[in-house]
Structures are given as structure tokens and as C-alpha cells.
């Protein structure tokens, strides 16, 4: 998934003090949140550089020190127009997006994507997001990285990493995905399958990572690793030694899912519980 978007310069950072046996984050204008000594990764050989719990009041937008929320239309083929009306903070702890059927600026679709472009980036590490995916004909719900270069250097030269998007009438498949100059279109791509006893992507909080280091990217499901992709396995250049920034977006419709049928159930709610992003150490 891409798109043009805005291009904001914001400084952001993460201080992490210790408070008895827990750590704080403290992220500009957000209150510390504790984490436990485990989410900070130290006893992995990671350290926490960046992240939000999307902790804050119901109805709350995202906070405008990390994300940028879009509006318009991707040039992807998707059919919903981007709104600020469609992402906000439901106080229970989640960034909420919701894909609705309402017609807005010659769209017949509503939506949201939000993006860390100019506020945040990084090159290698790992990348974490918990997250809760609608299912229905013609929905495309995506956690991804796009090259920070792109404005200067366009895709697919810039580099995309899909860390997990789906498409919603698979509901218990989800995609792993990098392009890339010499591999765009389908891309470099595996998919997950969820196991028998478990019915849908849709039921359930489920992570998605990747383990991303100048020789390999690794994707991992609920821990699981699903999919990896080498350095020397490329079938073109390897652009992924430079900063990418992080997106969130429940798309509607485009080449991948195809268009919403009237069993397609709206509104469609896409929930993330939190997006963390660490260093190797």
C-alpha cells in the first residue's frame, strides 16, 4: 500500500527511567505509561526506541506529536476517501479506525490512515503492533512501512515493507509482503494462515512483527515466524538499509481485495492495542 502524503518535521523521542520494577516511557506530550521490564526487551538483545499504547480519552484523535492523519484518497484504485472522523481513541486503551459506507468527496467510502512520516522513522529493528482486523468483502486493513525517501526517490525504489495487511474476505489468511525496485506489483510475499480451531483474524488481538536487520527481514505472527526474506534472495536491489516510517490504514476496496459486496458488514472496525519499535542491542 501507498500513497504521496504530506510531509511534516516534527522531533519526537522516547526517555525510559526505572520506577521500582517497572519502566517508564515518557513520549513528549504523554504522560509516562508503565510497562513492564519485558516490553522494553531488554533481556531479548532489544531496546525500546519508540511506541504508543494509544493510552487517552474516548474520542481522542492520535497524538499529533507521532501521527499524521491523512485525508483523500491513496492512488492505490481504493475506493474510500480518508477523514480524521474516521480514527480516534475509544479510552480503552486502542486506536480505533472505522471503514464506513458514506459517500464523501465523490467516494462512496469513508475511512482513515495514519502515518509517522516526518515524525518518526528507523532502519533495522524489530516492529511490533497488536492488533484486531475486521473481515468483509472488499476490506483491506494494513500495518506497513513505506521509505522515507519516497518524495525524492519514488516506489518502488523507496522500499515497502508489509508487516501484515489482509484482505477481508480471507478471514483467516494474512499477508507478508516486501517491494521493491525489481520485485513490485505482487511483491516478495507469504501468506498466514490462522490454525483450524481458530475461525478469523476478526475474533481475537493478534501481533505482528518483524525482525529486521541489513541481511534479512523476518515476520512473525503471534510469535510465529511466517515468512523471511534474505538479502542475497533478492531479485533486484535490496533498499532497505535506510529510515522507513510507519502506517496504519483500513482501506476499502482496490486491486487487492476487490470491491465491497451488500454483505460487506459497515461500519468496520479496525483496533490497535499498540505499535512498538525497538533497537538491537
Not at 126 to 152: C, H
Request: with cysteine; net charge positive; glycine share 12%.
Amino acid at each position: 500500500m501507498r500513497n504521496q502524503v504530506q510531509r511534516v518535521v516534527v522531533a519526537a523521542g522516547v526517555a525510559v527511567a526505572a520506577v521500582g520494577g517497572t519502566a517508564v516511557v515518557v513520549r513528549g506530550d504523554v504522560p509516562g505509561i508503565a510497562l513492564p521490564a519485558a516490553v522494553l526487551g531488554g533481556e531479548r538483545g532489544v531496546r525500546l526506541v519508540w511506541s504508543d499504547e494509544f493510552t487517552g480519552k474516548a474520542g481522542a484523535k492520535p497524538a499529533a506529536s507521532r501521527w499524521i492523519i491523512e485525508t483523500g484518497t491513496p492512488d492505490t484504485g481504493e475506493l474510500e476517501y480518508n477523514s480524521r472522523d474516521n480514527v480516534g481513541l475509544d479510552g480503552k486503551g486502542n486506536l480505533v479506525i472505522t471503514a464506513r459506507k458514506k459517500a464523501s468527496h465523490g467516494k462512496k467510502y469513508t475511512s482513515a490512515r495514519i502515518t509517522t512520516e516526518g515524525k518518526f522513522s528507523t532502519t533495522h529493528g524489530r516492529i511490533t503492533a497488536r492488533v484486531k482486523s475486521p473481515d468483509g468483502k472488499g476490506l483491506w486493513p494494513a500495518f506497513w512501512m513505506l521509505g522515507a525517501d519516497y518524495l525524492s526517490n519514488p516506489w518502488p525504489d523507496c522500499g515497502e515493507i508489509d508487516i501484515m495487511e489482509r484482505r477481508g474476505d480471507h478471514k483467516r489468511r494474512a499477508h507478508a509482503t516486501i517491494h521493491g525496485p525489481g520485485y513490485s506489483g505482487v511483491g516478495l510475499t507469504k501468506q498466514y494462515k490462522l490454525q483450524p480451531d481458530k475461525k478469523s483474524f476478526s475474533k481475537a488481538f493478534h501481533t505482528f512483527t518483524i525482525d529486521w536487520t541489513a541481511q534479512s527481514i523476518v515476520w512473525k505472527v503471534d510469535g510465529v515466524r511466517v515468512h523471511t526474506v534474505k538479502r542475497s534472495a533478492v531479485p533486484g536491489e535490496w533498499v532497505f538499509d535506510d529510515p522507513f516510517f510507519l502506517v496504519l490504514n483500513l482501506a476499502v476496496g482496490g486491486p487487492f481485495p476487490g470491491s465491497p459486496n451488500t454483505k460487506t458488514p459497515f461500519p468496520a472496525k479496525m483496533l490497535v492495542d499498540y505499535v512498538r519499535v525497538y533497537q538491537f542491542t
